[in-house]
């Protein structure tokens, strides 16, 4: 028990996907036997570190491994980039939230954005094997910034790329390319969407007049993840409910994106003058 203990919470495997993208593969084996797809972990790197909520991208029942894949976009996603293979982390708690519904739907889009496409993973994984049509939408900002199109081209039937700026795929955007597809006249019967605020409200829209059901994983501000703090309440027809304990998975017709987005931004500030001290602190080592 006192070497299992040891192996825990324990980063096995780092790769760089993209640019300030990062995957590790932690020894948890509780976890990893717990954890469907859609579900989060809250992690702390270190003793005086921030709680994380990160998506799980991937187990491994047999090594006992979880995978998550992050953006490095703060202080705390930053000092957690600079963990190393072996290094153990603080605390690894969950799995978290409610799981993703996995049934045979018939055909299904899956819709992944920037590192939204990390959590997009296994649910997508999940949907092929109950026997879905699954159809994969990936989109990027720009070519280097795209992630897991090797893995999505294995678990899809149809693959499509976009890219803000045209350097790979179809210029343009995610929401573009489920148009056309509803255009073109796919029975689709249901969506899943992860990725920003603004992305997953607008391809919610364009699936709105055709009464497509559309999942989207919601990522506002979280503190305990366990329904304690109230921190990521959400709106969600017209009733207040909380990501980590409710979701994180809702019907994205019923989400308040604009409240969603409103809370998201509340402490750019205080974000922005704690990167810049931690930028500041490492130069001056």
């Known amino acids: ?49 921030e709680r994380i909520p990160l998506t799980i991208a991937d187990t ?14 703060g202080k705390s996603t930053m000092q957690l980039g600079t963990f190393k293979e072996g290094d153990r982390l603080q ?27 990390a959590p997009l993973y296994p649910i997508t994984k999940a949907l092929k094997e109950e026997g879905n049509k699954v159809i994969g939408i990936l989109g990027a900002r720009t070519k280097e910034l795209l992630i897991l199109e090797k893995e999505f081209e294995e678990i899809t039937d149809e693959l499509y790329i976009t890219t803000d700026d045209g350097s790979y ?32 409200k607008v391809v919610s829209e364009v699936t709105r007049p055709q009464n497509i059901k559309t999942i989207v994983s919601l990522n506002p501000i979280m503190v305990d993840g366990t329904g304690m703090c109230g921190c990521c309440r959400v709106e969600v027809g017209g009733e207040t409910k909380f990501a980590c304990v409710d979701g994180p998975e809702f019907d994205g017709h019923l989400v308040d994106f604009d409240l969603l987005m409103k809370r998201q931004a509340m402490y750019k500030r205080e974000e922005k003058l704690a990167l810049e001290s931690y930028i500041q602190s490492k130069r001056g080592k």
């Not at 029942?61 to 998550?68: C, H």
């Open 1 to 49: 028990m006192e070497i299992l203990k040891k192996e825990s919470n324990k980063i096995i495997r780092k790769e760089e996907l993209a640019p300030l993208n990062k995957l590790f593969e932690i020894k948890q084996p509780n976890i990893a036997r717990k954890a469907v797809p859609g579900q989060f972990i809250v992690i702390i790197h270190s003793e005086n570190g």
């Open 60 to 73: 491994n029942k047999v090594k006992g491994t979880i995978t998550i894949i992050f953006q490095e976009v």
């Open 91 to 117: 605390d690894v708690v969950g799995p978290l939230g409610k799981p993703t519904e996995i049934e045979h739907y018939g055909t299904v889009v899956c819709i992944g954005g920037g590192v939204g496409i």
């Open 169 to 200: 795929g179809r210029k343009g955007f995610v929401s573009d390319e489920l148009s056309r597809l509803i255009g073109e006249d796919y029975k689709i019967a249901r969506v899943w969407a992860i990725g920003p605020a603004i992305m997953m």
